[in-house]
């Protein structure tokens, strides 16, 4: 048997192990040949066998280094495609995450709120107004308002009937003007195992909203994971808090603890990394793969599909590869010189006994080089999709992080079209606009703009007010939640090509102007 230390990879990896058992049977039918032809040719094919037996030892230890090199190519390929998958998956739900934070400080300024805790506006009206903000983002199950004593107010989500709450993070909140996020069971949300939620103290209260963390996670998870993979997020200690596969073994990745590099653990290959975002977020990504596809050997033996019986057509830019398929090509030439020389001495000595040996021997060397042929194409195939694997995860990654971030910048300016309604007489509009974009700096430009298409206040490019904006089709529209997004081109907002976000304000149903928002995609 061939001595490696295969760290379990071999049930990762069951077409190796199929090649290596494969390679091991035709070394001990070659063993087999040179016996039963050393016991019948006798001293007639001695030196002849000596030489066979000499080009056995000479396969082993090729066999050895193609399953080394088998091995080795493979949990690299297989790293470097988990490390990505992992990076990337905890990397984008830890931005996400922190992003919101944005959403919920511009919620936390809004009129309205401050009305409601002085009892300025009814219940209804508030959670209309919430309900407002859930629709325009569509990422938050759950958005509330609680006073000082933890007594919810006022709630959107009807499934939902907590009327006082006794979560420790109030009390932390309290302490800090800060934005507080947590992921665990809470009493206010009794219905859900565990929520992701964050909380923000107000003058009389508290704001609270509940991320959709399902749908957040799988928006991710879909877009990465394809057959035969898992990918989990987990805590520190490897709890499991979201998975890509359901009902997955909370035991799972319980011996799981290194991080950047693999671990074999029940019999499957795990990736585990951590987010490179700085965070108080202890968490990590594991990918993990299951047993990889098996192979038909029988199927590659077969002589109708695979009539070359040598290696010459195989040609390679991969030295260490090339190397490789010679020296495989020198042990056919090797046997290849038995089988005639056998021949030739069977024939001038009438030792036909010899005939079928060398029968067995040529059918054992045509195996032994599609053997050898197949783990070298493999090698050969592995080595090429790990050139592009990466490029090709990353550039799906930038890709569809492109149209998130798009579909998110509808989402700012539908709500800031809310938010600003009753701020359009300000005489400070411009300053307004100018904290919005500190806390959104990806914006080049915020601006308001009236019925007219005129712009009355700008975040920094103060000159362009009074400008007409280049594209009027809000003024129209009937919809509060719907944006409008320009062509990626340059206009009177920017020397540079931008897209320009819309959307409408409305005053009693009627369009009044409108907001935009002016992104450098670069």
């Known amino acids: 048997m061939i001595n490696i230390e295969d760290n379990g990879l071999f049930e990762i990896f069951p077409a190796i192990k199929t090649i290596s058992e494969t390679f091991e049977y035709q070394n001990s039918m070659l063993n087999k040949i040179v016996l039963t032809g050393k016991i019948n040719a006798l001293e007639i094919a001695e030196n002849l066998f000596n030489f066979t037996e000499q080009t056995a030892q000479t396969f082993t230890e090729l066999q050895s280094e193609i399953v080394l090199n088998l091995l080795r190519e493979n949990q690299n390929e297989l790293f470097s495609k988990a490390k990505t998958k992992s990076q990337i998956s905890i990397d984008l739900l830890i931005k996400n995450i922190y992003l919101r934070k944005l959403d919920i400080e511009i919620l936390s300024k809004d009129s309205y709120i401050n009305k409601f805790l002085n009892n300025e506006i009814d219940k209804t009206e508030m959670a209309q107004r919430l309900k407002s903000f859930s629709d325009k983002y569509t990422i938050y199950n759950e958005i509330m308002l609680l006073d000082k004593e933890g007594n919810v107010k006022v709630n959107i989500n009807e499934e939902n009937r907590v009327r006082k709450s006794k979560d420790s993070m109030l009390e932390e909140a309290k302490k800090t003007d800060e934005i507080l996020m947590t992921y665990k069971k809470t009493d206010l949300f009794v219905k859900q ?3 992701f939620f964050y909380i923000k103290k107000l003058d009389k209260g508290f704001l609270v909203l509940f991320l959709n963390f399902k749908d957040e996670t799988n928006r991710i998870f879909e877009s990465l994971v394809t057959d035969n993979e898992i990918i989990t997020i987990v805590d520190k200690h ?17 011996g799981v603890k290194k991080t950047d590099s693999f671990v074999v653990f029940n019999n499957m290959f795990h990736v585990k990394t951590k987010s490179e975002i700085d965070t108080d977020l202890d968490w990590y990504a594991v990918t993990t793969y299951k047993r990889r596809k098996d192979i038909n050997i029988m199927a590659e033996f077969s ?5 070359n019986r040598h290696l010459a057509q195989i040609h390679l830019n991969n030295k260490e590869l090339q190397k490789l398929a010679d020296d495989g090509y020198a042990i056919l030439e090797d046997l290849s010189d038995v089988i005639i020389n056998g021949e030739l001495i069977a024939a001038k000595s009438k030792q036909y006994i010899l005939i079928p ?6 059918e054992v060397s045509f195996r032994i080089v ?6 070298i194409r493999s090698l050969q195939s592995i080595i090429d999709e790990s050139l592009t694997n ?6 799906k990654f930038i890709n569809d992080s492109l149209m998130r971030s798009l579909y998110e910048k509808c989402n700012d300016v539908k709500w800031w079209s809310v938010y600003l309604q009753d701020k359009l007489e300000d005489q400070d509009l411009s300053n307004t606009l100018s904290q919005i974009n500190e806390l959104y700096p990806s914006y080049k430009d915020i601006f308001v703009y009236n ?23 809000t003024l129209s529209n009937k919809d509060e939640n719907k944006c409008f997004v320009s062509n990626f081109e340059t206009n009177v907002l920017s020397d540079e090509k931008v897209y320009v976000y819309y959307a409408t304000i409305f005053k009693d149903g009627v369009a009044i102007g409108g907001v935009g928002a002016v992104y450098d995609v670069q």
Do not use: C, Q
């Open 193 to 195: 195992r565990e929520s």
């Open 357 to 362: 040996i060398l029968d067995n021997l040529r």
């Open 390 to 395: 990466d490029v090709t995860i990353i550039s």
């Open 370 to 375: 599609k053997l050898i042929e197949l783990s």
């Open 238 to 254: 490897s709890n499991i808090i979201v998975s890509s596969e359901k009902g997955v073994d909370k035991s799972l990745l319980k």
């Open 451 to 473: 019925s007219n298409s005129e712009i009355i206040a700008i975040s920094n490019s103060s000159s362009l007010i009074g400008t007409k904006v280049p594209h009027n089709y």
């Open 303 to 307: 002589e109708e599909e695979n009539s």
